[in-house]
Nanobody
Framework: VQLQASGGGLVQPGGSLRLSCAAS????????MAWHRQAPGKQRELVAG???????NYEDSVKGRFTILKDGANNTVYLHMNNLKPEDTAVYYC??????????????WGQGTLVTVSS
């Protein structure tokens, strides 16, 4: 299963971006979707997660600003980011977990998309 992430870029503080992550391959089901980020000199951290049942969780600093959504028909997950702050600057990675059509579990990562928040 391959993931293609897109949507990063340069935005001013207070601005918005939408990240997309499209999955392709032989997918039977997706059980979990998530966005992580890694800022320079820091460890990768979970930003937002979404289960197949619709349960979401967010890192404390992004609550109320970021929203994770899915388009199940197209195996795509989005991260809507509003009121962006300089501390949100990082490379953002998507992660999807599920089952292939052969019944094998998978956990795939996107290639990362850079978000830079700066005036």
């Amino acid at each position: 299963v391959q993931l293609q992430a897109s949507g990063g870029g340069l935005v001013q503080p207070g601005g918005s971006l939408r990240l997309s992550c499209a999955a392709s391959g032989s997918i039977f089901s997706i059980n979990g979707m998530a966005w992580h980020r890694q800022a320079p000199g820091k460890q990768r951290e979970l930003v937002a997660g979404l289960t197949s049942g619709g349960f979401t969780n967010y890192e404390d600093s992004v609550k109320g600003r970021f929203t994770i959504l899915k388009d199940g028909a197209n195996n795509t997950v989005y991260l809507h980011m509003n009121n962006l702050k300089p501390e949100d600057t990082a490379v953002y990675y998507c992660n999807l977990k599920g089952l292939t059509a052969r019944g094998e579990g998978f956990s795939s990562w996107g290639q990362g998309t850079l978000v830079t928040v700066s005036s």
